[in-house]
Structures are given as C-alpha cells and as structure tokens.
C-alpha cells in the first residue's frame, strides 16, 4: 500500500498562437510593466488591430498516489510571448498600452484562479484528465474575460471604460 506513482506533466497555451515555436517569454511580474519595446512580432499583414498581445497559461505538477489518497504539487503561471506580440507604433499611445498589459494581467488573475482550483480539488486517481479538464475550463472562461474586456473598452478607444477596467484589475490582483 506504501506504493507511490508520480506523475509529471508540463502543457501551455498561447491565446494568439499561429502554431510557431515560442523561444521567448516573460513570466508574469507584479513589478515588471510591459513596454513598447517588449512587442517584438511582425505585424500581420492587414491586420486590423492597433496591437496583439499574445499571453498564455502553463502548468506543471507532480501527482503522488500514497495509500489512495493523489497528493498534487502544482505550478501554474503566466507568461507574454513578444515575438507573437506586435503593435503599429502610429497608432498606438501609452492608453492603447495600458489595454495591452491589461491583458496580460488578465492571463495573470485566471492563472491565479486555476492555482486556486487545483488547490481546493480532491483528485481520483484519473488526476490528469481531472487538471486537464479544470486547465481547459480555465482557458474558456479567460478567452471570454478576454473578449468581453475588449467589447466593454472597444479595444481601449472607450477611455471611461477603459480607466474603469483599469482600476478593476488593479484591485484584483491586490487580493
């Protein structure tokens, strides 16, 4: 009964990916704000927005199996990709960078909450579906955070709003 079975398992996404490797990432810093210079990709051609911001979630954790009860070590953070991320210096201001990093920080405040997810979880022994399916839940609920921050600041051309969601998640993040 004393037998113990580890799993170790390392997936990440990348919410504005076209399928290329990633070399370069920053993990998420409360003390680290992104710049211009940080969004080194090439800009689409015609592409509409004035900026990308290509930000994901990893995860890694090992699963021990010790008298049937799963014991789980986790990690789960947040990263900015800059060679998938671009922006058109014409167009762009320190409020249209205020609406990048918000998305960063977005990806930031859902890895936090998957962190919480797999904290609260009692896991059967099928551990790696269960966090496979709590990662992709987390995914969903992220891109529609992400979609209705975009809608509710119109990219950030909606000022009021978008010093609104500023606020917001500032405050988020403090807890």
């Known amino acids: 009964m004393g037998k113990i079975v580890s799993i170790l398992c390392f997936l990440f996404l990348v919410t504005s990916s076209r399928g290329q490797e990633i070399e370069e990432s920053y993990l998420w ?18 592409a509409d927005p004035a900026a990308t911001t290509a930000s994901g979630i990893s995860y890694k954790y090992s699963a021990n199996l010790i008298h049937h009860e799963v014991h789980l070590d986790f990690e789960v953070s947040a990263f900015f990709y800059p060679n998938e991320s671009w922006y058109k210096p014409e167009v762009c201001d320190d409020l249209v960078l205020s609406h990048e990093q918000l998305h960063f920080d977005i990806t930031e405040l859902f890895a936090r909450k998957m962190r919480e997810k797999l904290a609260r979880t009692s896991f059967s022994d099928n551990v790696k579906a269960e966090i496979r399916e709590i990662y992709k839940k987390t995914l969903e609920e992220l891109k529609k955070y992400q979609e209705l921050y975009d809608w509710e600041t119109n990219f950030s051309r909606n000022r009021e709003k978008q010093l609104e969601w500023n606020k917001k998640i500032a405050e988020a993040l403090k807890q």
């Open 29 to 46: 810093d409360a003390d680290r704000k992104l710049t211009w210079a940080d969004f080194k990709g090439k800009i689409p051609p015609a």
